[in-house]
């Protein structure tokens, strides 16, 4: 695939976990019944980079990796699609993280992850790329890198750095709930993070959680607002995306297209409107803008769920305005 070079004013930087997935070659059956896997990159931080430069963007990751084979092949990877890797650290004792996917009939999946511990839990402060960070016009994260020490005071380390040189806050939560000690500690863990972010984006099931309802209504999303939120997204999977700004809300529907494997198809949403957003802020004041933008990110997201992994299936832009020509 043809990779688009940065045409972008704004600066991305993603900060989390990259990983290994190994996704099933048949869906419907669990990890122990699947005849083989295809590997694919995955890391939902490192998804939504890839998605943003793929996409024209002027992106970078920040991450570790583990100084092995899958980790040199990740660093790869960043760079044949655009991604600036001068945040990437390498762990010489730490292996590269890996998950095993499970692949619902309907494309929906389930992880199996290998941690004990990973690189990518192993960032420390110390080794941080700060002149990246405070380059940033948004700082991206998620809350799987929040559950271990040391990445996690890594992570707040770095979030309070970008937002002093004064970039954006975003957080995808990304939930992953076996990863964490209790249900209770990523509740804590993720409203003290969200309590920080201007931007969000969250699933509908993610809303279910944090309110403790069975509804993801305006009510019940309206409980999570926040004075520093600027924008609030719900994903609602191929309906769409719901958005809340500080002025305007409403619904953006989907895309429909035949979905083979969701996976990643969240993280193409979050680095689509990224990418916009990064280069044109006024889409947070504009709601025809916003829109569109969020139309541009519901094709991203629905053009990867008709392959296979995350990365590998994340479009460039003339798939995306080609797909919106025939919607």
């Known amino acids: 695939m043809a990779i688009t070079h940065s045409t972008a004013n704004g600066f991305v930087v993603s900060f989390g976990e990259m990983i290994i997935d190994f996704v099933p070659t048949v869906s419907g059956v669990s990890v122990a019944e699947a005849p ?19 996409l024209g963007g002027h992106v970078a990751f920040i991450g570790k990796l583990g100084a092995d084979e899958f980790g ?6 960043l760079k044949d699609n655009g991604v ?9 004792a730490a292996r590269t993280g890996l998950s095993f996917v499970t692949l619902g009939k309907d494309g929906e999946r389930d992880f199996m992850f290998y941690r004990n511990p990973s690189a990518d ?31 996690r005071s890594a992570q707040l380390a770095a979030m309070e750095i970008a937002k002093e040189a004064g970039a954006l806050l975003s957080f995808d939560p990304n939930l992953r709930l076996r990863l964490w000690e209790s249900p209770k500690d990523a509740q804590d863990l993720i409203v003290r993070i969200w309590k920080q972010s201007n931007i969000i984006k969250v699933s509908d099931a993610e809303v279910e ?20 939120l600027m924008l609030l997204l719900v994903t609602l999977g191929a309906k769409g995306c719901k958005y809340y700004t500080r002025d305007f809300r409403g619904t953006v529907n989907g895309i429909a297209v035949k979905a083979i494997d969701t996976t990643g198809a969240g993280d193409a949403f979050v680095g689509a409107m990224l990418r916009k957003i990064a280069d044109d802020q006024s889409a947070l004041q504009d709601e025809k803008k916003l829109r569109e933008v969020l139309r541009f990110a519901n094709a ?8 296979r992994g995350a990365i590998p299936a994340l479009p460039v832009e003339a798939e995306v305005l080609e797909l919106l020509e025939r919607a």
């Open 36 to 54: 083989g896997f295809v590997k694919a990159p995955g890391g939902a931080p490192a998804n939504a980079a890839i998605a943003a430069a793929r």
């Open 209 to 228: 959680f944090l309110t403790n309802k069975d509804t993801v209504e305006d009510d019940a999303v309206m409980s999570l607002w926040h004075p520093e």
């Open 84 to 92: 600036d890797d001068e945040g990437v650290v390498f762990d010489d």
């Open 72 to 77: 040199f092949m990740l660093a790869g990877i």
């Open 121 to 151: 839990m192993l960032l420390r402060e110390s080794e941080l790329n700060l002149e990246l960070i405070k380059r940033a016009t948004i700082f991206h994260f998620g809350s799987i890198s929040l559950i271990e020490e040391p990445c």
């Open 300 to 307: 991203c997201g629905a053009i990867t769920t008709t392959k």
